[in-house]
């Protein structure tokens, strides 16, 4: 199952997903914008909800980033939905 | 930034222009995936969106209780539609479980997935949205006229998304 990426998300995945699309520096910028809607602190991210959050303002930026923000709600369910699909 | 189609930033505006990621359930998406289902025989049908990193079901027939129900999408990694992203082509998996590409994924594992075919959504614009795909529980083969069949229903799904376009050009 290794295959599959079971580790649970992280901040670094979800910035790299913007990069990945926008590029370096517009990623870090809204990147920046949407943790400070959450109130949140860039590099201080550190939890799936706090994550959820991030991607929930990253959602309300609209476009192309609200793409993106709803393909990390799927992967930030991913561990939650293979647990139950694989129990333990 | 990656020149693979599936993460490029016009492709994935235009989803969103399309309004393809709204909650609500597209009755005319829905009945697409009911006749692709019910005329090839088969238990499921999706009209998938495929994201940058997931993919997201906007129309479907045949999952009713199972958790994709639920979840409305799944990682890219255990899709099969993301292929028809980077190939604009028709894409057939007649035995997943001797398929090197997706014998290990948890959806052969462990919901018994076996044949797939694919169609590509393409907008107007060229955008590669996602697919109609049909999915079966048991090997099988799919033969053209199968897959045509499948493309002119693909057609008809792009024309109700074009008409869910929310930017004008």
Known sequence: MSAHHLAEPSEGD???????????M????KWAQAC???????????????LGQVAAALARQGGATASVARSSKYVFARSAVMWRVLPP | MSENPLYAEARLQEIADLDLLSGDIDPILQRVAEESATHLG???????VVLD????VAGSHGITGLWLDETKGHPLEWSFCATSVRTRAPYVVENAADDTTHAANPLVMNDGVRCYAGVPLISSRGFVLGNLCVVGMAPRSFTEAELRYLTDL???????????RVVTP
């Open chain 2, 53 to 56: 990193d997931a993919l997201h």
């Open chain 1, 36 to 50: 400070r809607e959450a109130r949140l602190v860039p590099g201080h991210v550190g939890t799936t909800a706090q």
């Open chain 1, 14 to 24: 979800a910035l790299a997903a913007l990069q990945r699309v926008f590029g370096a």
């Open chain 2, 154 to 164: 693909a057609s008809q799904a792009v024309a109700r998304i074009e008409q869910r």
């Open chain 2, 42 to 48: 088969l238990p499921v049908s999706l009209v998938s």
């Open chain 1, 26 to 29: 517009p990623a870090q910028e």
